[in-house]
């Protein structure tokens, strides 16, 4: 039987603007302009942490994600650009060199 694997490359704004949409449903607003330090982490899971300027409180803020929030915050980013994502698809967020992609194993 065909397999099919895809992967789906992000670059760091896109990922920045994912994050922002994400946490946006979650309650917490910030424009991507207002992040002023962003790390990933790949070591033993891939885990973001950014520092994001507060203007109205005129201070900043740590915010991290995990490894699921950030595969969620992706596979939202490509509903939102209309890129169709299999259902019954394996997802996994992955990372080569510096980029970040969703892998999707369909079998």
Do not use: W
Request: aromatic share 10%.
């Amino acid at each position: 039987m065909p397999r099919e694997n895809r992967e789906i490359f992000f670059s760091e704004h896109e990922l920045k603007i994912a994050l922002m949409q994400f946490s946006a449903r979650k309650g917490l607003r910030f424009k991507a302009e207002n992040i002023t330090d962003f790390s990933v982490s790949t070591k033993d899971e891939i885990f973001i942490a950014m520092k994001v300027f507060d203007a109205e409180k005129n201070r900043t803020g740590l915010v991290k994600y995990t490894n699921p929030e950030i595969a969620a915050a992706l596979m939202g980013y490509c509903m939102y650009l209309k890129i169709p994502l299999p259902k019954a698809g394996k997802k996994s967020l992955q990372v080569k060199g510096q980029e970040l992609y969703l892998n999707i194993k369909i079998d």
